[in-house]
């Protein structure tokens, strides 16, 4: 019954290193997101891939990339990380990009750029 | 474009009183409505939701109604436990796109 699972659950970076994160849905879902959440701004959409093959920008992409490697994995890499990329990030997912339809989130990764 | 503006927090009661927690919209037709529950430490969840308008959406106590001559889905539960203290998400998909917007969250600390 995992859901959605991302790792790593914590990361320290220095500011210019790279790193992914990695998340995979077992749902069998189309859609894939990545927010960032900070305090008093709520969730922001960073990307979204609404099926494989596809992504999209969302409102805060700058700074990072993101691969939709198959249905079930959506990986968000920092190639140079920034002080202002310190945030929890959450991988999410739902059937279709369809009003109506549940998100479900994973668990959060927390990120602290230095 | 859709919008969501949630009261803030935080909001603090005893155990045992009534809870409100607003939030208003604006969308272009009738969007479905969510409210998120995120827990200390974890994700977000999904706690109820409303497909269309005059909808009532509820789960684990809680209630929130699409309202649209208010434009309003405000959450509400009649008598707070302490594990309900968590960050309350009201959200609606973008118009267009179908991606989703999420307000800012109100944080509730319910006090034994």
Request: with cysteine; proline share 4%; net charge neutral.
């Amino acid at each position: 019954n995992a859901g959605v699972t991302q790792t790593p659950k914590f990361q320290v970076l220095k500011t210019g290193q790279s790193m992914t994160l990695q998340c995979a849905q077992d749902m069998n879902h189309n859609s894939m997101y990545w927010y960032r959440q900070d305090p008093g701004m709520g969730l922001r959409l960073i990307y979204y891939s609404a099926s494989e093959g596809t992504t999209d920008k969302g409102e805060v992409p700058n700074g990072y990339n993101v691969s939709r490697l198959n249905k079930r994995e959506f990986s968000l890499r920092l190639e140079s990380a920034a002080p202002s990329q310190t945030s929890v990030y959450f991988c999410a997912s739902s059937e279709r990009q369809i009003s109506g339809n549940t998100i479900y989130f994973g668990e959060g990764s927390w990120l602290t750029v230095v | 474009g859709n919008s969501v503006t949630q009261m803030e927090g935080p909001v603090t009661l005893s155990e045992e009183a009534f809870l409100t927690i607003n939030c208003t919209y604006t969308a272009t037709g009738y969007p479905s409505l969510f409210w998120y529950v995120q827990y200390p430490g974890e994700g977000l969840q999904l706690l109820l939701k409303a497909t269309k308008a005059d909808d009532k959406g509820s789960n684990k106590g809680f209630e929130a109604t699409y309202r649209k001559e208010t434009t309003s889905f405000h959450l509400e539960k009649g008598s707070v436990q302490v594990s309900d203290s968590a960050v309350y998400f009201c959200a609606l998909p973008t118009s267009g796109t179908y991606k989703y917007i999420f307000g800012t969250g109100t944080r509730l600390k319910v006090l034994a």
